[in-house]
């Protein structure tokens, strides 16, 4: 099982990114996103059921981010509008064999660096 996660980049503040991640191997239930900015931990960022197609967001990007799947190319988005230089962190993706993610996510990409400048 691989999950890739590419697109991050720089951009200025209020612009906009879209991460992708190619998920190959397996499809699993649930897929996330979280993000880990310098010297802060892991924080969550969206997820969404594979099947059902069903999103959950951290009120932090709600209204901003949106997370989406394509089930023919086994990939997931994450399209990132009106960036805030707070938003700036290594980016992952994550994969779960549970319904929520209930009991936490089995496998993770390697990251995508999105910088965000003011």
């Known amino acids: 099982v691989q999950l890739q996660a590419f697109g991050g980049g720089l951009v200025q503040a209020g612009g906009s990114l879209r991460l992708s991640c190619a998920a190959s191997?397996?499809?699993?239930?649930?897929y996330g996103w979280f993000r880990q900015a310098p010297g802060k931990e892991r924080e969550f960022v969206a997820r969404i059921s594979w099947v059902v197609g069903t999103t959950y967001y951290a009120d932090i990007v709600k209204g901003r981010f949106t997370i989406s799947r394509d089930n023919a190319k086994n990939t997931v988005y994450l399209q990132m509008n009106s960036l805030k230089p707070e938003d700036t962190a290594i980016y992952y993706c994550?994969?779960?064999?549970?319904?929520?993610?209930?009991?936490?996510?089995?496998?993770w990409g390697q990251g995508t660096k999105v910088t965000v400048s003011s």
């Open positions: 191997g397996r499809t699993f239930s649930t």
């Open positions: 994550a994969a779960s064999r549970d319904s929520g993610a209930v009991r936490g996510y089995d496998y």
